[in-house]
């Protein structure tokens, strides 16, 4: 029965190191991954600088064998990534992930960008979903980015609180996918400005791209219903010019219309939620005398999966296999040739 | 301890497994495929790219347009197009058989496996349009109803804004009326859109004022078992693996998400001769001593929402927390 090499390669963290996902087209029986920066340094703390991971259910989820410099050493001591002291490690991950388990938090501030207060082992750039925030009720059930991401709290980068009339006083959270199952994906609308060409604000670090069609569901309750199709003139679909990380700017001139407000609080649960804005295809153009094509991004754009299944959850960290700032981690993937260990991939 | 004296009785001879195959198998389970009904359904060439191209040119403007008898004309007008693009996909699934199953299993083995994978072929795609629906549509949370949740239990009032957002985008019903008959207790129901929902949804569908059960529609004929019911302007079709998410309401209840759409709000685009393909390799293809055979089935999928303005939704919780 042979054992095949389905995947390998190499990632280099960024600055803030964050969790990596590695697409397995196959599935996988066996998972290595290799600290090549680390290798070659002696740490005042240790690192990990080889992880391993067995199929057939050997390691449960975030879990596997951690290879572990010893401090100011080259000597290795082996042992599981759950084995005390802890640390994160891999997570095979066969279907699309449900919410994690919920968080309760203390606090989300009415400022702009929005703070969470919550004790979490989130990372950069993970994506949550807050609900039953109490004195916040307006934002229960919405999806939000991450950043400035601490064991305390993290920032809503996506949604200016400022104007709220309280702050949250307690809430809950959950960890859920990155990425949706199909891309490109609705988003939620936190603001949108009166301009002659708005800029519209979104919950989430967004891929759309300019030239992008998109169209509004805005409830009444959140004022600006002129963005809806049917109260278009035309029903043409709105047509991104610009984005930013959580920005997208339109081709429409708001000046005119109702203010966008998020609604109060106090009107959960029979308040209208949410505005949300969705993928209506794109209108590129093409221009004959330079032969250039602008506002299509031929990756973006394109209805497709968005998240390969299965992958492996390889986790950020000095004691963890993805490794820390500017690492290179190098990984492979292996597999029983016929059949799987794990029975089904 | 004791040993065996080599003399056997009914006492403690082992007895031979006591078990002969049934003449039949017993069923699968299989979900409702609910999710590709209703979709447009297009189809790729080979040698042509992965990515399909659908088209619409937006309608004109209604503006102006007078003449004023000055000779002048009024402004062309540039048409737009926009293109809704879909990238194709590939899936497939394989069943290894050790020779031994083959040979010593009954015959129907290697015919229930191609079945076996026929049916994941099918459920796989109903799936992978769920998927579409649920992450590139928007929803509205429902807020009629009394559970006190947000978003709530469905109710008429959530489904009559939906109806009313299709209708203002002029979006046309799928499904043609079925006339009234003298059936005693049954009443005619009106062209329609389609909703999809969970199974788990049911109990409180059938408390939404005006429901129409499927048992009362006047004709039974060409009615598909999937649906469940009428409800204003939808009929709704139920399947256990309709979309949910667990835990995120404001009491961290299941949230469902009910798709509602006419008619061109959605595709499927199938890569030609790559719909269905179910093969076998023989054993002798994959092993020295020719142990191993392997029956597999794959095909190629693309899937886009082709008009955002004539999809639309709800996301609901149930009456009783699930």
Known sequence: MAFTLVTQGTFTQPATAVNQIIPLPSGADYFVTTNLTQMATTQGTGRVVRGEWYGGGLFADNDGLRWKKTNSSSAINIDKFSTSTASNGFTYVRTYPNPEAALTGTTITAANPAVATVTNTYSEGDTVVIYNAVGMQQISGMTFTISSVSSAGFSLVGLDASAFTTPATAFSVRRVATAARVKPQFYYVTSVTHAAQAVVTLSQAHDYVVGQAIEFMVPGSFGMVQLNNYYQGQSKPVIITAVGTYTITVNLNTSGYTAFAMPASSGSPTTQLFATVAPAGQQATFNPITNVTTGYNFTSVPFRSGLFIPYMYVYSGDQSPGGSASDVIAYQAYKMETGTINGSP | MTFSTGITGIQNMAPE?????????????????????????????????????????????????????????????????????????????????????????????????????????????????????????????????????????????????????????????????????????????????????????????QKVQGVLLKSAYPTQEGIRPEEYCSISRFRFFVSSKAAKTPGISLRGNTIYTIPMYGLEAAAKIEQNNYTAVIGYRPPWVVSAVAQNSQLYAKFAIARAITNQNWISGLNATTFTAS
Not at chain 2, 42 to 62: C, D, I, P, Q
Request: a negative charge; glycine letters at 6%.
């Open chain 2, 17 to 205: 497994l006591p078990v002969q195959a049934s003449e039949d198998l017993l069923s699968t389970p299989q979900f409702n495929l609910i999710h590709s009904f209703g979709v447009d359904l297009h189809h790729a060439e080979s040698y042509v790219g992965k990515t399909t191209r659908m088209s619409r040119f937006e309608r004109l403007s209604t503006d102006g347009g007078q003449l004023d008898g000055s000779g002048i004309d009024p402004a062309a007008e540039v048409p737009v197009r926009t293109d809704i693009d879909a990238t194709m996909e590939i899936y497939a699934k394989s069943i290894v058989t050790n020779e031994q199953v083959v040979l010593w299993e009954n015959s129907k083995t290697l015919t229930k496996f191609t079945a076996l994978l026929g049916q994941w072929l099918r459920e796989k795609e109903d799936l992978l349009m769920r998927d579409l629906f649920s992450s590139s549509v928007s929803y509205i949370n429902c807020t009629g109803g009394l559970n006190g949740d947000q978003p709530s239990n469905i109710s008429l009032n959530d489904v009559n804004n939906i109806e009313n957002i299709l209708l203002g985008n002029d979006a046309r019903s799928m499904l043609t009326d079925l006339e009234a008959t003298r059936r005693i207790g049954t009443a005619g129901v009106r062209d329609a859109f389609i909703a999809l929902a969970n199974t788990n949804l049911c109990a409180d569908l």
